[in-house]
Nanobody
């Protein structure tokens, strides 16, 4: 499985950006997908995750900083996971990474959900 992240760029504070993560290789229907970010001089942090498909559709989880501003979605037809980011702030500036990990049981991705496949990052710069 390979992940290719794209969609980063320069945006003004208050603006929007949508990141995409295209999955290639074998199907990952039973995998949770996540977005993480790493700002300069800081550790990588969780942003959002979306579950494998289940009876209630896709379940999502968000970091507090992303909740109500970011939306994660996935499309099995195009094999793509997206992160829609609205009301961007300067503190959202970071390299954003997508990741995939087998999700043993269907449910909202837990904090302990492991991710073992990572894409290269895409840089998001928010100017104030």
């Amino acid at each position: 499985v390979q992940l290719q992240a794209s969609g980063g760029g320069l945006v003004q504070a208050g603006g929007s950006l949508t990141l995409s993560c295209t999955v290639s290789g074998r199907p990952i229907n039973n995998y949770a997908m996540g977005w993480f970010r790493q700002a300069p001089g800081k550790d990588r942090e969780f942003v959002a995750a979306i579950s494998r498909r289940g009876g209630a559709g896709f379940l999502t989880s968000y970091a507090v900083s992303a909740k109500d501003r970011f939306v994660i979605s996935r499309d099995f037809v195009s094999n793509t996971v997206r992160l829609r980011m609205d009301s961007l702030k300067s503190e959202d500036t970071a390299v954003y990474f997508c990741a995939a990990g087998y999700q043993r049981t269907y449910g909202r991705p837990a904090d302990t959900q492991p991710y073992d496949t990572w894409g290269q990052g895409t840089l998001v710069t928010v100017s104030s």
